[in-house]
C-alpha cells in the first residue's frame, strides 16, 4: 500500500509512520505534503528520502475548494491508496474527504468521543477528568468523528500541566498511529487499544 502523510508542523507522527514502514509492512510511504513551507517535519521526511510537497494554503483564502484541488493535483502523481492526516492544521470539506473515506486516517489527541477539536488537553484537565489520551479515527466529513480505530489512555497526574500531559499523550501517539496503520494497511479494522 502506497501512503501520503499530511503534516503542519514538527511531523513527529509523521516519523513515526515513516520509521515504522520497513521490512514486511503491508505499507511504503510515498509522499509528505504540508501546507507550511517552514513546518520542520519536511526536512525530516527528506532526511528518510521520502518526496516532499507544500501547497501553503494561504493564496487561496477562504476558497477551501481551490486549496483541496491542489491537494489532489499534489498527491495524484503518488498515487497514495491510504491518506494519513499527522498533526495537520486544515479542516478539509465533504468535497475532499468523500473520495476518500474508507482509505483515510488522523489521529486526534483526546479520547473521542470527548474533546473534538482544538486545545483538548487544557479541557480534560479543567473538566477535572483523571485521564485523557489520543484516538486514531477514519476521517469522515463531520471533524473529528468516523470510526475510531484505536485509541491510547493516559492518567492525568494531580496538579500536571496541559504542555506536560500533551507531551505524555505525544509519546502514546508514537506508539498508537504506526499499530494502527499496519493493521489498517493490511485491511485489518480490529481497535488497537493502548496500554
Ligand atoms: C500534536 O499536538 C499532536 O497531539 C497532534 O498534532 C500535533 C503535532 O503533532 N496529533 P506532530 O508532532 O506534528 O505529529
Redesign the pocket.
Known sequence: KRVAIF????????VTLVDSMTGDHPARPVLVLSNRADAG?LRKAAERGVPTAVVDHRPFGGDRTAFEEALQEALAPHEPDILCL??FMRVLTAGFVTPWEGRMLN???SLLPKYRGLNTHARAIEAGDTEAG?TVHEVTPELDDGPILGQARVPILPGESAEAL?AR??EM?HRLYPAVLRRFAAGDRTRVDLP
Request: aromatic share 0%.
Open positions: 503534516i503542519s508542523g514538527g511531523g513527529s507522527n509523521m517535519g499527522a498533526g489521529i486526534h489527541p489520543c500533551a499523550v505525544l501517539e
